[in-house]
């Protein structure tokens, strides 16, 4: 018999997402055809092999060939292999991988190959015991028949299916212990493989250093030395076999603006006059020198920029002086280098003065991670800043559910009936209709929540974290409980705005995890949905790369004339963890929910998951370049969200069990949140220690080593300008420039 239904299961669910199986070919289509764009068009390879232009390794296809060649590829071989970039990304085992995009890359794309390690197996065990369970009972078609109640194949196959107070139930809840029994089996392996990583990228990179320097905050003030000096004789006194030498940390955002403004009238000069270059008339082009460029003065764009640029000239160097000789210039902190990074770890991982708030100290981040305008910040606003955006994120949160309900509200055919009853003869239309109820609430979704992670790291930004790898764990992390609270729990409660936000707010915390349970079922088409338009269909664009192929191209044509210029014209920026993560940690959320409610959504789950490690694999090949390296630091993060998550599914079975008035099944559930939060205790204290303290044995081992090959090593030239400030330098680079452009 189980064959028989298991079958049975098969052609039903084939039958009921067809459609959508072939929405997704129409994406998968479109992906190979413009990822073969690189191959097609070999103006386009700087885009899609940035990474390796960008190391020298290599060369432009349009530089040699006939000039036809330059814009069409004619070989025709390359057309029947354009599809063997899939096999090529996989192909690069992983210390290779390490050594050629860095630890945090190589562990980034674990998290997907992780998912598919937990929700395969999980996936294949449920469609073989939980489906057939759910399909061969009979109460949707009993409540069909008496209450008129209308259901589809897909919730025939959810434990909505199942009776209340039915002996099946009792299945769903073994299932959901070995479900959890499986995926703490995989997150203690990959916790402690990543671990074991991260100790040995350490014992075995090249000197970095942030590995000799301690960022010292809360200098307390002397009236009778300058910081520079304080932070000297504090650290000879204190330190005196193992300091070496000491950065004060200056307020230079004003003169980081200056230059920032002054590249910003370079490129349009530089626009300016490649454009009357390449003008066949020979007319100057003009310029509104008010708003945006859209009233004010008119003048000559090319006098203009030209006057401004030597404005700003003259005002940087007089910036600059006044920075370097002002007092009020120099923040209460500094860069604190050691000898050894024995002598480092003992000064970032140990309190420094007998009163706890000041000479604070910690590890620095690497020079390309330091996040330097926020270290202008002086320390005690921190506090006052954090407890703001605190707040600010509450509401964020909250009334977000307004506009995102009412959103939900129109993309629904009862919603538009009752907003925009002219619209009802359209509505009636089947194609209409099946295009509102299924893609429209997730595009709509999707539309809402595209600037949120500009909004978060603005937020992150004035909360005063002084790395980009913090600043993007912050946003991150409030960018997974945004959609916790919006698009997973504001999905779920059905009704208009006002009354989600009052339900979330007064109903009571003990019957929240029923009415949730209740509504999940309801919801499980709308999740499919939402994964395709905002998973499926997002992999897709990831790797058609539009706008910086668009970027590439604009910047290729008005503003690059050096090789620097086409360097900084195909710079691919970074993997975007914190866009990235919390999307991930959201799917890893409904597969856990629904692996016991509805098992057919894990198979969306599934290819999300095979699709983002393929393209992504690739785009760390070959496109994405590092933009600082934080030795997986953000591993314990990861861990704590699934485990989050894995929590959450268990409460929310609970609650829909509590639906089904299953009395017996229910209370054996509640083992299961209280072990895997001893579970969660037992990862934290036994495997976080790696990723926020450098052990003193390993730190003495790397010295004593690096001692041994190169006995006349002079770490203090390796660390004098380490830190300090780009914008000094890129201020000294200027000084050495000449003037690239004559004037026509």
Sequence with gaps: MSPIIVTVVVVVVVVDIISVLCEWLRLKQQLHVFQGNAVFNP?????????????GERGSPTSSGTFGSKFVNLDYRSYVRFLNWVPEALKMPEPELIDHAGLDSAVYLRIYLMGLKIFVPIAFVAWVILIPINWTDDTLDIAGKQANITSTNIDKLSISNIPDRSHRLWTHVVMAYAFTFWTCCVLLREYEKVATMRLHFLATEKRRPDKFTALVRNVPPDPEESVSELVEHFFLANHPDHYLTHQVVYDANKLAKLVKKKKKMDNWLVYYVNKLERSKTSVRPFIKTGFLGLWGKKADAIEHYQSETVTMK????????????????????????????????????????????????????????????????????????????AVAFVFLTLFSLIPIA??????????????????????????????????????????????????????????????????????????????????????????SAFDQLYTLIHQSANVIPETIGFAIPMKATFFMTYIMVDGWAGIAAEILMLLPLILYHFKNTFLVKTDKDREEAMAPGSIGFHVGEPRIQLYILLGFVYSTVTPVLLLFIIIFFGLAYAVFRHQIV?????????????????????????????????????????????????????????????????????????????????????????????????????YVHPVFKVCDEDDEDKEHYSIV
């Design 43 to 55: 103006c386009n390879d700087r885009v899609y092999f940035a990474k390796w232009y960008l190391k």
């Design 314 to 389: 003259k005002e940087i160097p007089e910036e600059r002086e006044r920075v370097k000789n002002d007092p009020k210039s120099v923040m209460a902190a500094a860069f604190v280098s050691f000898k050894s990074r024995w002598g480092a770890a003992v000064c970032a991982q140990t309190q420094q003065s007998r009163n706890p708030t000041t000479w604070l100290t910690e590890w620095a981040p690497e020079p390309r991670d330091v996040y330097w305008p926020n270290l202008a910040i002086p320390y005690v606003k921190l506090t006052v800043r954090k407890l703001i955006m």
């Design 406 to 495: 009412f959103i939900q509200s129109l993309a629904s055919v009862e919603g538009l009936k009752k907003e925009a009853p002219f619209l009802n003869p359209i509505v009636k239309l089947k194609l209409i209709k099946s295009v509102i109820t299924g893609f429209l609430p997730g595009i709509a979704l999707k539309l809402f929540l595209i600037f949120l992670p500009m909004i978060l790291m603005m937020m992150a930004k004035f909360e005063g974290y002084h790395s980009r790898s913090s600043l993007e764990r912050r946003v991150a992390s409030r960018y997974y409980l945004f959609s916790l609270m919006n698009v997973f729990l504001g999905s779920i409660f059905v009704g």
């Design 622 to 722: 070959n496109v994405y370049s590092q933009e600082y390296e934080s030795g997986a630091a953000f591993w314990p993060d990861v861990h704590g969200r699934i485990v989050c998550a894995l929590i959450i599914s268990q409460l929310i079975l609970l609650g829909l069990l509590s639906t089904k008035r299953a009395a017996l099944a229910t209370p054996f559930l509640l083992i299961l949140p209280v072990s895997t939060i001893v579970f969660y205790k037992y990862c934290a204290d036994r495997f976080e220690p790696a990723f926020v303290r450098y052990p003193l044995q390993e730190a003495k081992m790397k010295d004593d080593l690096e001692h041994a090959r190169d006995p006349d090593l002079n770490v203090r030239d390796y660390l004098q300008s380490a």
